[in-house]
Nanobody, 127 residues
Framework: VQLQASGGGLVQAGGSLRLSCAAS????????VGWFRRPPGKEREFVAAIDWKNWSGNTYYADSVKGRFAISRDNTKNAVYLQMNSLKPEDTAVYYC???????????????????WGKGTQVTVSS
């Protein structure tokens, strides 16, 4: 499966962006899809993930984004989205989407578990 992340850009603190992760080659309907980010000068970190239980999926979030970010999926469009609200300068990073067939349970935040990665999209939040 090939993944393409898009939707990044420059936004002021408090603003919103919606990232999209579009898949081709295979249906994402049975994949867990995660969003990760790499802030400048830092290691890659988990942001959010969604699996495929009951069509819509269970969602998982890093503590730093809970209540501000929302992950969702549209299996008819073979895409996963990350709605980011109340953005902060510390959200500045390159954002990546990744996918793994099946469910990951407690390992959903472990980047090493994902076999498919898209190219990143830059998100810059100005203060």
């Amino acid at each position: 499966v090939q993944l393409q992340a898009s939707g990044g850009g420059l936004v002021q603190a408090g603003g919103s962006l919606r990232l999209s992760c579009a898949a081709s080659g295979r249906s994402l309907s049975r994949y867990t899809v995660g969003w990760f980010r790499r802030p400048p000068g830092k290691e890659r970190e988990f942001v959010a993930a969604i699996d495929w239980k009951n069509w819509s999926g269970n969602t998982y979030y890093a503590d730093s984004v809970k209540g501000r970010f929302a992950i969702s999926r549209d299996n008819t469009k073979n895409a996963v989205y990350l709605q980011m609200n109340s953005l902060k300068p510390e959200d500045t990073a390159v954002y990546y989407c990744a996918a793994r067939l099946g469910r990951l349970g407690t390992l959903v935040g472990a980047s090493r578990m994902y076999g498919y990665w898209g190219k990143g999209t830059q998100v810059t939040v100005s203060s």
